[in-house]
């Protein structure tokens, strides 16, 4: 990925205070940078910014990125787009690197957006018109400006981002994103820990200190326990944790509680095996249907890559999406600003509003809207003779209905979890591989239960959301149902396509968990998110069903408690019905196919 979204510190680039690039092109220009543009926000702190300008008179329109993780990593976009004619300002959001404050993820991105925005604005050689960019928490900060509406923000580019902080970004139908959480976590405190250590070092407090063995390195009580580390160098977790509800704590800073608030025209950018992608899909939807202008509901774009966090070029994970996977996405966005902020008349002029890039043809479309018109939903119903469990059993999918089918039943023990293989991850992926993985190992689980098709006689396209209606039970009070969509080629290979949760709690809201009455029987909706693929002919089209995914999502203990208070768990034996009365089906949505 770009340094723009990797959630790490970088190596620290060499210090420079006014840099020269000359460009010999007709339209290009030389680009001078200042460094540390200090702008005082509406409470008075103090964020900095690096500003790179054309050397010419002007005015030019401005952009404008908001990051956490330093600003010094986007030298080479502000070059590259200040020769072409930008004025390009990154800036240390509030908290981190060179700008002042505390840190806190999405609470001051708001205000501090709108101030930033109105401040560039203002700026030499500006011309009052402003667009941001950049993905994940960098997309984050232009949504939460966006929904301020600053007078002078004209455009946004948000890449790879989400629409709700509290579903799709820490929890996801319940599930607490473990994986994303804590690692995620664990990047952003290398720079808070820094800075704690700059505040409480001050060799004057231990000068008097004996034996000399005992002088106080930090100033500071020692940070010996998790808990004394969470409270000092990241609250929001534990404040993240003691929120599992989708309360007020989230919906003061939810995206889709005031997509009416949006004015302007948003070019999205979205990824089939990124984290975010719900959330990138459903910006897309709001914004076009609630926007609070014409401008914002006509001026909606969306754009479907393939990894998004997962990684990026031809290859992702374990599969060669061919050559024309490769995408240029500094390019993509000029060419968006080249058409919103300087009236150019490139391909964003003329094209359909959507494009995307459909595995399995390893091509791209061109369409007219997300979800597509054209994509009939489709119902492939789940049978098996009681005995789906792993790649050994019977389970089959079909578009006609089951009628009278016995049970398939598991043991979910969160001692012993699926585990995680691939699919929608940040961060660490050299420890926690993300993408496209074969998925067999797993599938070899008794407690992966396992519907397929027989081997397709022609080519499936689909494209759109994907649902599980899912008829089960549980023994216990509470526990999760996880589905993933997978395309089985025909040397076995098991390529996972995209995947979700429940956790049986929140199955009626997010607002308000309601524990289950054990071996009862519910209708559960699991939100699959959505892709695009062609199933070769050849091929199998695969579902499986479990009750983990670990660490992506934390393990339910089936206790009813809560994820930050539950400790031990019990395993739970839980059973998946497809009759007459109960008829759970994968609902896709097909563009091609029988």
């Known amino acids: 990925m770009r340094a723009r979204y990797v959630l790490f510190r970088f190596a620290i680039l060499l210090a420079f205070t006014t840099t020269c690039v000359r460009v010999y092109a007709a339209d290009t220009f030389a680009v001078s940078t200042q460094l540390n543009v200090e702008a005082k926000m509406r409470d008075g702190t103090v964020l900095r910014a690096d500003i790179y300008r054309p050397q010419a008179e ?65 700026l030499p050689h500006g011309n009052g018109k402003v667009g941001m960019f950049g993905g994940s928490y960098v997309g984050a900060t232009q949504m939460l400006t966006a929904i301020s509406h600053p007078p002078h923000l004209s455009a946004i580019c948000p890449v790879v981002t989400a629409s709700n902080y509290h579903d799709g970004w820490t929890y996801q139908s319940g599930a607490f994103e473990q994986w994303f959480n804590e690692s995620w976590t664990s990047g952003l405190a290398q720079d ?68 009416a608030d949006i004015n302007v025209p948003i070019l999205t950018i979205a990824a089939w095996y990124d984290i975010f992608l719900g959330g990138s899909l459903r910006n897309y939807i709001g914004v076009k249907a609630h926007g609070g202008s ?21 290859k992702i994970g374990d599969v060669d999406f061919g050559p024309a996977a490769v995408f240029d996405e500094d390019e993509v966005i000029l060419a968006w ?37 054209n994509a ?35 043991i979910y023990n969160p001692e012993n979890p ?74 076995g290979f098991a390529q996972n396509l995209t995947e979700g949760i429940i956790r049986a709690k929140y199955r009626d809201s997010q607002e308000k968990a309601t524990l289950i009455t054990p071996d009862e029987i519910y209708k559960f909706k699991i939100d699959l998110w959505a892709t695009s693929n ?47 009365e109960h008829p759970s089906a994968l609902i896709l949505p097909l563009v091609s196919g029988p």
Not at 93 to 116: A, I
Not at 294 to 314: E, M, N, P
Not at 341 to 349: D, S, W
Not at 535 to 563: Q, V, W
């Open 294 to 314: 014409d401008a914002a509901r006509k001026g909606q774009r969306l754009l479907v890559t393939i990894g998004g966090h997962a990684g990026s070029g031809r």
């Open 58 to 122: 002007g005015p030019f329109p401005v952009l404008l990125q908001r990051t956490p993780y330093d600003k010094r990593n986007e030298r080479g976009f502000g070059v590259k787009a200040a020769s072409r004619g930008y004025v390009v300002v990154v800036q240390d959001v509030r908290g981190r690197y060179s700008s002042e404050g505390h840190w806190y993820p999405f609470k001051n991105e708001s205000n501090d957006g709108y101030d930033t925005v109105e401040w560039v604005a203002s």
């Open 418 to 491: 699926a585990p995680t293989t691939g699919g929608p991850l940040c961060c660490e992926a050299t420890r926690l591989r993300p993408g496209p993985r074969d998925q067999r190992p797993v599938e070899a689980r008794d407690d992966v239960l396992i519907y397929q098709t027989p081997v397709l006689t022609q080519d499936v396209e689909v494209t759109g959301p994907i649902t599980l209606e899912l008829f089960a039970s549980s023994s216990a009070a509470d526990t999760d149902f996880t589905g993933k969509l997978v395309d089985v080629s025909p040397d």
């Open 337 to 373: 600003y080249d058409y919103v902020l300087k009236g150019i008349n490139n391909e964003f002029a003329s094209s359909k509003p959507v494009k995307l890039f459909a595995m399995g043809a390893n091509e791209w479309r061109q369409e007219d809207d997300w979800p597509l018109p």
């Open 376 to 410: 009939k939903q489709t119902k492939y119903y789940l049978h098996s003779g009681g005995k789906a469990s792993s790649l050994k059993g019977d389970g089959g999918l079909s578009t006609v209905a089951a009628k009278s089918e016995p049970v398939d039943r598991y």
């Open 192 to 259: 808070t820990l820094d800075r704690w250590i700059r505040q409480n070092t001050n060799p004057m407090d231990g000068i008097w200190n004996t034996p000399l063995a005992d002088y106080p390195l930090v100033n500071s009580p020692t940070m010996t326990e998790t808990a004394s580390l969470h409270r000092t160098l990241t609250p929001y977790f534990n404040d993240w944790l003691a929120h599992p509800d989708y309360d007020d704590y989230w919906k003061s800073w939810s995206i889709e509680e005031h997509f």
């Open 534 to 580: 062609v199933f070769k002919k050849g091929h199998r089209l695969r579902l499986e069903i479990s009750s983990s995914n670990f660490p992506r999502f934390d393990r339910n203990m089936n206790t009813g408690e809560d994820t930050a208070t539950a400790r031990k768990g019990m395993p739970a034996t839980n059973r998946v019905y497809h009759d007459a």
